[in-house]
């Protein structure tokens, strides 16, 4: 058997393994509610409620990020022209999902109609910081917006009436509500990407210029794209408002969307689970290290670092490149930290410690690794 086939078989094994887990993982946020029941814990449906939802943010922005190269910065604001137009119906006196819903899937689509317009004429700095000022201008509108609570937010009093079809205040219902949204918003992106417009997309983001001189009107495809992730992401804030119950500037902070971009990357650019398997893993380490430390940032800021360095292709590259023991180890490290933190209850500072002593044993073994296989080839 030549080595081509040898890898060919080797790469195939390790996309049906991050096919599995991904499969895996949905059935276990399925089964998040009942977990909830069973272990007396309703504070696991809140967290995971919220990690479903964005989600369907990142597998929003893995569209246009993963697939077709478009670096947003300001991914967020269509969670705050989703949320803020569920927030205003209701404010006055409009319950209706059957009005919220839609409008504001179509006003988010919009926006992203007229931020892709100006924006897509740029690239690489140019086109992110464009996108930046843009999700800054909606958020000074929403804080401008004096009489819908301006910085300080509206409360949302009642939440979207499905004419007694849905029970939104059960909160079990809405949970599998917003996970058959994530289920439909990962297979509408993954037949997209594997459509004719997918493959033109694709090929836009490895040389846009070669895509024109085809024949492709590239700037056409990449914007329906951008309005496409938009109208995805408004939906995700859509579903924020109702699971808060209050909108305010702050979701569209050009912040959050730099969380989207991290769990994205973290997870996997332009792989069929990895947003979701960034934002879970994201979610997860921020809720953790929160709890020893506020400045959990301190230590999540090298945990990032590392995989970016050692990790490339986040979460669903090292299982493709069949570096699953990897993974296997560095979950296994981050519940003996927990365990270590849980021994140690509020003092924060050991486990940080230990974690940084941790990180810089990994360098220096990964660089040890390195100069062992230069010297080799030398």
């Known amino acids: 058997m030549s080595l081509v086939s040898v ?28 977990l909830s029941v069973a272990f007396e814990d309703p504070f696991l449906l809140t967290l995971f409620t919220r990690i479903v939802i964005m989600a369907i943010a990142a597998v929003s922005l893995n569209l246009i990020l993963g697939y077709g190269g478009m670096v947003s910065f300001g991914h967020a604001a269509y969670i705050g022209v989703g949320g803020y137009t569920v927030g ?46 843009f999700s800054q201008l909606v958020y000074y509108l929403g804080n401008g917006a004096f009489a819908y609570g301006g910085d300080d937010g509206l409360n949302i009093m009642k939440r979207s009436d ?14 599998y509500l917003c996970w058959v949204i994530l289920l439909a918003s990962i297979f509408f992106v993954h037949r997209t990407v594997n459509s004719r417009f997918g493959m033109v997309l694709q090929g836009a983001k490895s040389n846009d210029r070669r895509m024109a001189t085809i024949g492709f009107p590239v700037h056409r495809y990449q914007l329906t ?10 939906l995700a804030g859509v579903l924020t408002a109702i699971f808060t119950g209050f909108i305010s500037p702050a979701m569209m902070h050009w ?19 990895g947003p979701v398997f960034g934002t879970v893993a994201f979610l997860l380490l921020e809720e953790v290290l929160s709890s020893w430390t506020e400045y959990w940032k301190l230590v ?5 670092v590392l995989v970016v360095l050692f990790a490339r292709g986040g979460i669903d590259g090292a299982m493709v490149r ?12 981050f519940f003996l930290l927990y365990g270590i933190h849980a021994a140690y209850e509020d003092e924060w500072l050991i486990p940080t410690l230990i974690l940084v002593a941790a990180c810089a044993l990994v360098w220096v073994a990964k660089w040890a690794v390195d100069r062992k296989k230069a010297a080799s080839h030398d």
């Not at 205040?169 to 949970?175: A, C, E, S």
């Open 322 to 333: 069949g570096q699953a023991g990897a993974l296997m180890a560095g979950c296994a490290a």
């Open 7 to 34: 890898s060919s078989a080797s790469t195939a094994g390790s996309n049906r393994l991050s096919f599995i887990v991904g499969l895996v993982l949905l059935g276990f946020l399925g089964l998040i509610p009942v």
């Open 300 to 304: 999540f800021g090298p945990i990032l």
């Open 88 to 133: 205003i119906l209701a404010f006055h006196g409009v319950h209706a999902a059957w009005i919220q819903w839609p409008l504001a899937v179509v006003i988010s689509g919009l926006v992203a109609a007229l931020i892709g317009l100006l924006s897509l004429r740029t690239k690489g700095i140019f086109f992110i910081m464009i996108t930046l000022a």
């Open 162 to 175: 499905f004419g007694g079809l849905l029970n939104l205040d059960h909160r079990p219902t809405f949970y």
């Open 225 to 234: 794209a951008f309005i496409i992730a938009g109208m995805i992401c408004g």
């Open 255 to 273: 912040s959050r969307s730099g969380d989207l971009i991290v769990m994205v990357v973290l997870g996997g650019m332009g792989s069929l689970f």
